[in-house]
């Protein structure tokens, strides 16, 4: 168990500079994501943290200690591969016994250690099989408990499910938020997906072209994101965001699209005229008879069971909407749209910082 | 439509017969002849006839016996071919194996320049090195040592099977390395726990290459080499025609013995030299 320190920390390629400068920090026992798009630089930033990347500038720390020049053996971390990265010569009990045999433990320690990782990930009818003979949710989890055997400070997942199957993938999340909830061993898990991210961190760092953009709980960042990008990136289906003008008279604001007048919340700063990006999340949209409010038209209803999404069209621009439960509406039909205003998001035109 | 299909298959299989019987033919006759001149008394061995009159296992009982002047040393000679071809693989494997790994795996610099050095060395034909090898291992001091030879064949063999393993190990996951070194693996421990295992049918074909190439080696024998105890069979068997009355049945009968060992490891390992050498070829 330990904290987790990123200090200015920066990475050159030659001379692509892929991080610029970032900092945060983990607290003990904390379970953090790296969340963003491919090429963001959330892996590089992990991979530093691992020892298998040289660190350009600044200083990680683990436990208040610099370990910039310490050799990945040293640093008292497991990681999990996407690949897996399992050695297909050695049965997964022996997978799982590599790093203390590499440190000459004891064989009763070992087995024992071995014996109660297999427990906890129910492997222990699996241990004498070779890792070709295995699932790719068994494989998944003898990476798991190669790491666990470790007892690391640290456990990094670098995108642990990205090839596995959907369903599975829902299966072995729970099952990861569940070992750690067990282990309460600081973890950091990067991902691109962020409904994962959602549902595992304690808390998420959205990374976006070598920096962040913003560091948060899973429902900070879903109710009051910080800039536009964060806005569009978490939550599914995505927040519907389109440009408009801030209106505002008398201590009234509102906004002003495709010749609707779309309500805004109290809060909401901003000046008179100013360019800005309004943002809805599908759920805080309601439909109401067509001539109570913003007049749309119903493109696609997409049910999904519990839910139904409704694609609509607003003079030029379209809108999701999420219903819990089910509609009868039909594509084409004209509607009217209620919008909960307390759940506007504006962002500034020019660099996509939150209003408010 | 199914005769039309038959047909076209029909004439396919002929194709390939038409080219694999003269192939087999182009192969199988001399292993023939030299098999019936082993089996033929003395007085009949060239008398052209398909099977012999009376066919005979005492060419092999005077080779097994070295009960002639070509053949008094047979069994040291033999052990002298084997004791180079071994030695030859193993010091190729040792040699390709630790650069392949580091130049693959731990990416150490100027690998690169290895790799095209040896590339290099084969745009000279192994004969025309044979007189400058030749005054190098004079130079030190190796002439008419076993040595010389092993050493000359693992020269020889290597840039090839430095290239072959280079070629295996890039297609190992980069992720193994890895995950070996977050578990506390040093080079020295991912090479033998890790990187070795998972070589071996890429090592043992390059071994065998090693060792055939050195096994069928007659030129660099013959210039190295002169004592007659020292000299692997291949050689002495060329000795066999220094005289003007040569004893064929005796050296057919010898070549006979002499191409066994190689028939074997090849047949032994044939499953590891096809996945082994193409290992690399594309990308899977």
Known sequence: MASVSFDKIEKNFGKVKVLHGISFDIADGEFVVLVGPSGCGKSTLLRMLAGLEEISGGDISIDGKVINDLDSKDRDIAMVFQSYALYPHMTVGENMAFSLKLRKAEKALTEERVGKAAKILNLHTLLDRYPRELSGGQRQRVAMGRAIVRDPKVFLFDEPLSNLDAKLRVAMRAEIKALHQRLKTTTVYVTHDQIEAMTMADRIVVMHDGIIEQIGTPLELFDRPGNLFVAQFIGSPAMNVFEGTLRSQQGRPWVEADGQQWPVGPVAGGKDGQGVHYGIRPGDISMVEPAQGIPATVVVVEPTGAETEIILQVGETMLTLVLHGRTDVKPDQAVGLQIAAEKVHLFEKSGGQRIG | ?284
Request: aromatic letters at 14%; a positive charge.
């Open chain 2, 1 to 284: 439509m199914i005769k039309g299909w038959s047909l076209r298959k029909v004439s396919t299989e002929a194709q390939l017969l038409l080219v694999g019987i003269p192939v087999v033919l182009w192969t199988l006759i001399p292993v023939y002849h030299l098999f019936l001149f082993a089996i033929s008394p003395r007085d009949t061995a060239t008398s052209g006839r398909l099977w012999p009159k009376s066919p005979t296992m005492q060419n092999f009982e005077i080779v097994f016996g070295q009960k002639h002047f070509y053949l008094s040393h047979f069994w040291q000679q033999l052990g002298n071919s084997l004791l180079i071809a071994i030695a030859t693989g193993a010091l190729t494997l040792l040699v390709a194996t630790t650069a392949a790994f580091a130049i693959s795996r731990l990416k150490v610099r100027g690998g690169r320049t290895v790799m095209n050095l040896a590339l290099f060395t084969y745009f000279i034909p192994a004969a025309f090195l044979a007189v400058p090898m030749y005054k190098t291992m004079s130079n030190y001091g190796l002439l008419n040592n076993r040595w010389a030879m092993i050493l000359a064949m693992v020269t020889i063999a290597s840039p090839y099977c430095i290239w072959v393993l280079k070629q295996a190990s890039d297609k190992l996951p980069w992720e193994l390395d890895e995950a070996a070194r977050i578990d506390g693996a040093s080079p020295l421990q991912l090479f033998r726990l890790v990187y070795v295992p998972l070589m071996v049918p890429s090592l043992v074909a390059v071994g065998t290459y090693a060792l055939l190439l050195a096994w069928n080696e007659y030129l660099y024998g013959f210039l190295l080499l002169s004592k007659e105890t020292d000299l692997p069979l291949a050689v002495a068997l060329g000795n066999f025609l220094s005289a003007d009355d040569s004893p064929w049945e005796l050296l057919m009968a010898t070549g006979f013995i002499y191409a066994l060992p190689p028939a074997a490891i090849y047949y032994a390992f044939k499953r590891y030299m096809v996945s082994g050498l193409t290992a690399g070829a594309v990308k899977s």
